[in-house]
């Protein structure tokens, strides 16, 4: 797991350096502060709320560049997009009725996998499809 600690560390220290405007600033946080994954309209809302000229233009641009640098992920849920917070320790629950997307903690010891195998991993994807309680529920 060094190796990726490592890795992650070198990102930020990047993305300082590039000037880090207040509104990406604010799209990280909105980001990093919900459990669950937002669209970008929803949030483009948010910002909204502290940043009330900013445009959706503007916050697609800092979605691409947070998810170049490796800060933030996406995945598509039923065509949507949708962002989550960093790209290395959560896997997906994702909803084959409703859509929805719910992150849960999985480790792969990503470390012990490059070492064993010698492939340069930079990201990971799972994405465990199914049905949520809800729609069990109503379902029943
Ligand atoms: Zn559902």
């Known amino acids: 797991m060094m190796v990726l600690y490592l890795s992650v560390t070198i990102t930020i220290i990047m993305v300082e350096r590039k000037r880090w405007s207040k509104q990406s600033r604010t799209i990280l946080d909105i980001i990093y502060n919900n459990e669950e994954g937002l669209t970008a309209s929803e949030i483009y809302d948010i910002a909204r709320e502290t940043h009330p000229n900013i445009s959706l233009g503007t916050v697609y641009r800092n979605l691409r560049d947070l998810q170049d640098v490796g800060l933030i992920r996406e995945t598509t849920s039923g065509g949507v997009s949708v962002y989550f917070k ?7 629950l994702e909803c084959d009725v409703c859509h ?41």
């Not at 960093?86 to 997906?92: G, I, L, Q, R």
């Not at 792969?108 to 729609?135: A, F, M, P, Q, Y």
């Open 86 to 92: 960093h790209p290395f320790h959560s896997a997906y």
């Open 100 to 140: 929805s997307v719910i992150p849960v903690d999985f480790m792969l010891n990503i470390g012990d996998i490059i070492r064993s195998t010698g492939h340069d991993v930079k990201r990971w994807d799972l994405k465990l499809i199914g049905t949520c309680k809800e729609c069990l529920q109503k379902c029943t």
